[in-house]
């Protein structure tokens, strides 16, 4: 197999926390998304004798399953984030994922020295690793480096906030990991101009830097790029005017009242030129796809998917779920909301599953369908280790209802949904 044989050791806890210290949208984009940077770290490597990217023999993440920062937003009643919540995240990415809960009274936990354990012992066995990847920013590390180095093999940290010196040059490459985050997760990076310009307070000019932005990209730009891009060419007197009066580029965006302009989550797009990729649905939504089977549907699909296999319903005949499927498959199609027949089928299999078979009688309305879907979506995140609370089950029906506005993303405040399987389905 092509690529070279490495290892990836993550410091959940250390990355975490350096990475909201400097840029929250990448320490989110890390937690939430980590198939996205995986994939980013398999397909290149700094070694330019080699081009076939990196084959990874081991990825571990050490995670304190007690651990939590303050995060109003996307925090419990008491405004705890706990760092349990991403486990499914990783899990779902290919991670083995390594309890490190806190040993001491000064809530100290055994990451490091698991770590240090688990690459030594890696170094001996039979198909060793020819590079070490470490996600870490903690100096304590730096002997572990040495004794790798020392053994011949490459080193690569990934590293956020300002490590030791000492610690960065026993390595062989540093990635910039709050960088390279926001680099990897969008499909388009603006161009950023040559020299800064003064702002002179010109919000048109502001607004038609943006338009030029995302006019010629090639898809959804992610905002702190975006956002970046504009300091380069203004400097920091965009902040210093709160993005006149707006509060950010999100909200900037939206107050140019251009509809060709799209935000949703971490990023924007010229939706004249770009429908928006899966990556750009809203983050509840992107966890939801992780940890479920919750198919790629856009929200404006879901309400004819469910509405076509109403009428299949109430029509009766032939409802052999093949059969059906292809039927729903072909109609919306012809309607102009292309969904494929594996989902149609996923979604037969899901309501069935959740007590909601499709030749129930009296016939399923299309309400019932999609209530018995969430129902079994909510029970998933059960089993996954990630409830639904109330906020969230509210977000998820509006997405599945096609009335998804970014109003609806859930504060993660709310208290717990349904226990065990979620909304239950209406009486016919």
Not at 35 to 55: H, P
Not at 105 to 114: F, G, M, Q, T, Y
């Amino acid at each position: 197999m092509d690529g070279i044989p490495s290892a990836l050791f993550v410091d959940f806890d250390n990355i975490f926390g350096a990475l909201l210290a400097v840029d929250r949208e990448a320490a989110l984009l890390f937690a939430q998304e980590p198939w996205q940077w995986l994939a980013e770290l398999r397909r290149s490597t700094s070694d330019d004798s080699n081009d076939g990217g990196r084959r990874f023999l081991q990825c571990r993440l050490y995670l304190n399953p007690a651990g939590w920062t303050v995060d109003e937003e996307l925090g419990n009643e008491n405004g705890r984030l706990y760092f349990q919540r991403f486990r499914p995240a990783f899990t779902n990415a290919g991670f083995e994922v390594v309890d490190c809960p806190s040993l001491t009274a000064r809530h100290k936990n055994a990451a490091d020295i698991r770590m240090v354990v688990d690459v030594l012992a890696s170094i001996e066995t039979a198909v060793p690793f020819q590079e070490l990847v470490l996600a870490s920013g903690d100096a304590d590390f730096t002997p572990l480096l040495q004794a790798v180095r020392a053994r011949g093999k490459r080193i690569t940290v990934l590293a956020a906030g300002e490590p030791a010196p000492a610690y960065l040059n026993v390595a062989d490459t540093v990635i910039d990991f709050a960088q390279f985050l926001t680099s990897c997760c969008t499909a388009s990076s603006p161009a950023v101009p040559d020299e800064p310009v003064h702002l002179d307070g010109s919000r048109e000019e502001v607004e038609q830097l943006i338009s030029d932005l995302l006019s010629e990209a090639d898809g959804a730009l992610l905002l702190p790029r975006m956002a970046r891009a504009v300091r380069a060419r203004y400097g920091r007197q965009i902040d210093q005017s709160n993005w006149f009066g707006h509060g950010g580029p999100s909200a900037f965006i939206r107050g140019m009242g251009n509809e060709r302009f799209q935000t949703f989550g971490h990023y924007a797009w010229d939706a004249t030129r770009y429908e928006g990729p899966d990556n750009a649905v809203p983050p509840l939504v992107r966890q939801l796809r992780a940890v479920t089977d919750l198919p790629a549907v856009p929200s404006g699909a879901w309400p004819h998917l469910f509405e076509a296999l109403a009428r299949r319903a109430a029509a009766g005949g032939d409802l052999d779920p093949s059969v059906l499927s292809a039927l729903v498959r072909d109609e919306l199609s012809t309607a102009g909301h292309p969904v494929a027949g594996s989902v149609v089928s996923l979604i037969l299999g899901h309501i069935e599953a959740a007590g909601a078979p499709i030749d129930s009688i009296p016939p399923l309305s299309a309400e019932q369908i999609r209530s018995a879907f969430l129902g079994w979506i909510a029970g998933r995140c059960v089993s996954a280790g990630r409830p639904l609370v109330a906020d969230d089950l509210a977000a998820l029906s509006s997405w599945l209802s096609g009335s998804w506005s970014e109003d609806d993303q859930p504060n993660r405040t709310g208290s717990p949904g349904p226990a065990g399987g979620g909304p239950s389905v209406p009486e016919g």
